[in-house]
């Protein structure tokens, strides 16, 4: 690491007080929460603060209320901060900052956390003592107001993350209980939310539904029922048509995802015909992972599916291709999967038993809507996923330039508004 004007490299027992681990004697651990709460490893480490399973009646090492709980047992490197005191045990050290600000101590070992992981493997038990996380180098600005700056900013960017991820988890409860809902219950013609306190249901094969529903069976609504071809690796190419695969669908949303594609040049052939998506296919997937659903939105690009997946091409003049992908990757939908792992299934599924797949089908119109509220809500929930994936970009270039002292803070200390 190149040298920064004012910056200095210092071992980590020099600036910090250091407190390993040791755990109890078994006979002294409790479920009284009234007793001293124990951490073992990061086992129990929550999203920002520990959740302690266990508690014990013997003060032994503790890790004081704000000190920076660090495993130093596989996977070492991992932090957690403190909310209260702590006994820790073996998988633990509790790391308290003297001649350094405790916060930026905090991001900077969670800045090297990958060197701390390298330099813990290649030994049987992956692991680091006392002695090598002494004289673990610290990088760090000799001005304490320029760590606490430099600290600052990266906690910025942090409580935007905890904000974002939380609306992220709030998000997905509130689709999975709109699901549950819309796709059990539907709406009438004003479209609110039946309810069996003022509309009238009728039981069924999947079970209470509006008495306005129908169940039947996939077949039904559908122009045909197929699967892909096998040894299409002969096709393989760094260019043509999309191949699709089980790794393009998720069990998130009923959409298509592309972080690994493969292409193909398929041959020119009513076999190669056959396995052809077209807008509104229903995609599924039959052999590892069942019934992972996703369907082909307008204006996809040429593609083909493998024979992992069945293609089943659906009339939508009875039903909107949206609505039964959503409700195949529903609760109720993914039961009827489940049971066919039970039976035995997990093999794989085969033509028939997708065709007997079971959905409501009520009016087409009420289909769309259902399909567009949920649709709604998942482009929503990916915007926040898009803005997490900006702030944890945004977190780690910081962390690059701050914690380096590739860019420095002082223009912000002097009361300007930018990074040099």
Known sequence: MSAVKDWSIQPLARIARLIMGQSPESKYYTEDDSCWPFLQGCAEFGQRLPS?????????????????????????????????????????????????????????????????????????????????????????????????????????????????EALIAKQQRLKTGL???????????????????????????????????????????????TSGSRGWAQYYSTEGALFVRIGNLTRQHINMRFEDVVRVNPPKS????????????????????????????EGFEEAYVNQHISLVRLLHSEVDPRFVGWFLNS????????????????????????KNLLIPKMEIEEQCRIAEILDASTQKGSELQQRLAKLSSLKTALMQDLLTGRKRVTDLLDGKEAIE
């Open 52 to 164: 302690p399973a266990l508690f014990c009646t013997q003060k032994r090492k503790i890790g004081k209320a704000g000190s920076i709980l660090f495993s130093v047992r596989a996977p070492v490197g991992r932090i957690n901060i403190a909310d209260q005191d702590y006994v820790i045990g073996r998988g633990l050290a509790a790391i308290e900052g003297i001649e350094i600000d405790q916060s930026y101590l905090e991001q900077y070992l969670a800045f090297v956390n990958p060197s701390f992981r390298n330099a813990s493997q290649g030994s049987t038990f992956e692991a680091i003592n006392s002695s090598e996380l002494s004289v673990w180098p610290v990088y760090l600005p000799e001005s304490k107001p320029e760590q606490t700056k430099i600290a600052e900013i990266l906690s910025t960017v942090d409580r935007a993350i905890e904000q974002t």
């Open 331 to 354: 609760r109720s939908g993914q039961s009827q999967f489940e049971k066919l792992n039970e039976s035995g299934a997990k093999a794989g599924l085969n033509l028939p038993t997708i």
């Open 179 to 225: 699901m549950q809902d819309l796709l059990t219950r539907g709406i009438d013609e004003h479209g609110n939310l039946r309810s069996e306190q003022t509309h009238k249901f009728k039981d069924s094969p999947l079970g209470r539904i509006p008495v306005e529903w129908e169940v039947t069976r996939l077949e039904s609504v559908s122009v045909f029922v």
């Open 270 to 297: 009513s076999e190669g015909n056959r396995t052809a998506v077209m807008t509104g296919d229903l995609l599924i997937s039959i052999t590892a992972d069942l019934g992972i659903i996703g369907v082909i939105p």
